[in-house]
Nanobody, 121 residues
Framework: VQLVESGGGSVQAGGSLRLSCVVS????????MGWFRQAPGKEREGVAV???????NYADSVKGRFTISKVNAEGTLYLQMNSLKPEDTAIYYC??????????????????WGHGTQVTV
């Protein structure tokens, strides 16, 4: 399973970015997928996750600002980030885990990881 992120960069506070993650087709169809982030000196944390049925779960810190979505036919996972804040600065990782009924924001639930993309606000 390979996951490749793109779309990171530098943006002013209040701005927007969209992250993309290209994954193997069969993974997108059935696995639980998510975005996680890790800021300097901090542990990796869950940002937004989605299961195969489209059920989503968001960290409280990003609710109302970030949106996770996927296009199975394209094998692509997205994270639309609006109203970005300096505290959103981190390396953002795409992750995949086994099929799940309720997507959880737990790092331990996800077994496959991309290399990450830097977001600086």
């Amino acid at each position: 399973v390979q996951l490749v992120e793109s779309g990171g960069g530098s943006v002013q506070a209040g701005g927007s970015l969209r992250l993309s993650c290209v994954v193997s087709g069969h993974v997108m169809m059935s696995y639980c997928m998510g975005w996680f982030r890790q800021a300097p000196g901090k542990e990796r944390e869950g940002v937004a996750v989605i299961n195969r049925r489209g059920t989503t779960n968001y960290a409280d810190s990003v609710k109302g600002r970030f949106t996770i979505s996927k296009v199975n036919a394209e094998g692509t996972l997205y994270l639309q980030m609006n109203s970005l804040k300096p505290e959103d600065t981190a390396i953002y990782y795409c992750a995949a885990g086994p099929p799940c009924f309720r997507p959880l924001l737990l790092v331990s639930e996800y077994h496959y990881w991309g290399h990450g993309t830097q977001v600086t606000v």
